[in-house]
């Protein structure tokens, strides 16, 4: 099933109009989001009529990279770039939450040339952009960049990936332990693919999020177990993800 983002909306409104604080945050991610849309600048009064986080409390912004069609490569970057100086304005909000689109490369998908490379070079300069944009902030920030699924092990007919389970995440930034890959890979093998057509996942990315949010924001075990990741208890933190 496949949502615009004005039914996306619509439907976390719903979600959270019981919810005070989410409720407000949702608020202050469709003026960031419009705003990045729109090709505004934080910098530019004209260009936003209310502050994205109204308080020094940490305060969750969602910048879009467009829904109705794939964005220019190089669009996250800009993004990227008005997340952080968002960020590191006074009182500015201490979580970013950047949605890059055209990753849905169901066809001529490429190798080291393609569409598939030009989305993973803007990716390369929005990471870049990040943290040029932070400064000496980028020190304590700690970057996740993760997908909704994987995709296929061999190529479709219109040489191409569709659709499938297993996929990587990365862990970026300065507070992070870097300099590692964190996996128990399953193989290429027709035998330990899943359903043989799927890369077999073997860690539930919940975990990953739980040790950010953890390590690193201060979250305690309580509120991730029950009120953020409920019925989650099989996906146990990892440890050691940021620097101490």
């Known amino acids: 099933m496949h949502w615009s983002t ?39 009064p004209q260009a936003m009529t209310e502050p994205a986080a109204a308080s020094a409390q940490p305060a969750m912004t969602a910048a ?45 998908q490429g190798g080291a040339r393609g569409a598939l490379a030009q989305r993973l070079a803007g990716l390369d300069k929005a ?20 997908t909704e699924f994987g995709r296929t092990a ?19 930034g300065g507070a992070v332990r870097g300099g590692r890959v964190i996996a128990d890979w399953p193989g290429l093998a027709r035998s330990a693919l899943l359903d043989n057509r799927d890369l077999r996942p073997t860690l539930d990315l919940r975990s990953v999020f739980k040790a950010v949010l953890d390590e690193h924001l201060r979250v305690d075990a309580k509120t991730l177990a029950t009120r953020i990741f409920p019925d989650s208890s099989g996906a146990r933190p990892l440890q050691g993800l940021i620097r101490a």
């Open 127 to 146: 990471l870049r952009a990040l943290k040029d944009q932070l400064g000496p902030l980028w020190q304590q920030t700690a970057v996740l960049v993760v």
């Open 64 to 108: 879009q990279d467009t829904a109705a069609r794939p964005a220019p490569p190089d669009r996250v970057g800009g993004v990227a770039r008005m997340a952080a100086t968002l960020m590191r304005s006074e009182g500015g909000p201490e979580v970013a939450v950047i949605e890059a689109s055209g990753w849905d490369t169901h066809a001529n």
């Open 6 to 44: 004005q039914e996306l909306l619509s439907r976390l409104a719903d979600l959270y109009s019981k919810d005070d604080w989410f409720s407000a945050r949702l608020s202050e991610a469709v003026q960031t989001g419009k705003l990045a849309v729109e090709g505004g600048s934080p910098a530019d």
């Open 154 to 172: 061999a190529m479709n007919g219109t040489r191409g990936t569709d659709h499938g389970t297993g996929g990587c995440a990365f862990l970026a």
